[in-house]
């Protein structure tokens, strides 16, 4: 059993169990030091206070960049969508919920990890079958 998967440093932060030995998460990139306002074309009230609510948090933790701005108000608008979907009893469409999920990795805001590491060196390829330790070709 390989044990708990780790958490993204973003949510370490946020939930506040963040340590002095783990990196911090800080965003690279031209930091935004006001709150931004919320785009005018995000029309669902339920859009803007989840851009409000999202953009404090990236505030707050030193996270939000110029760069960030665009995909969280992306975010932000496909969360007034899915909010106003099931608000109306319907089932908002897989497409919108799995971008959202998407965008939100992107932020660093779920523990989902869309960066694949780079694979390692096999470390029992030494004792592959041509060549193994007991000289077995």
């Not at 059993?1 to 506040?16: D, S």
């Not at 935004?32 to 919320?38: H, I, N």
């Not at 409000?52 to 948090?57: G, K, M, S």
Request: net charge positive; charged share 25%.
């Amino acid at each position: 059993m390989r044990g708990r998967k780790p958490i993204h440093p973003h949510l370490h932060v946020i939930r506040g169990t963040g340590r002095t030995d783990r990196v911090a998460a800080v965003a690279t990139g031209t930091p935004v030091l006001d709150m931004p306002a919320c785009p005018d074309w995000i029309t669902s009230a339920r859009g803007r206070a989840e851009f409000n609510t999202l953009a404090r948090l990236l505030c707050v933790n030193k996270a939000l960049a110029q760069e960030v701005l665009g995909p969280l108000a992306v975010t932000a608008a496909l969360a007034g969508q899915i909010q106003d979907a099931f608000a109306a009893g319907l089932t908002p469409q897989g497409a919108l919920i799995a971008q959202y999920r998407g965008l939100l990795a992107d932020l660093g805001l779920s523990g989902i990890k869309r960066v694949r590491e780079p694979e390692r060196e096999n470390p029992f390829r030494k004792y592959n079958k041509e060549d193994g330790p007991h000289g077995n070709k």
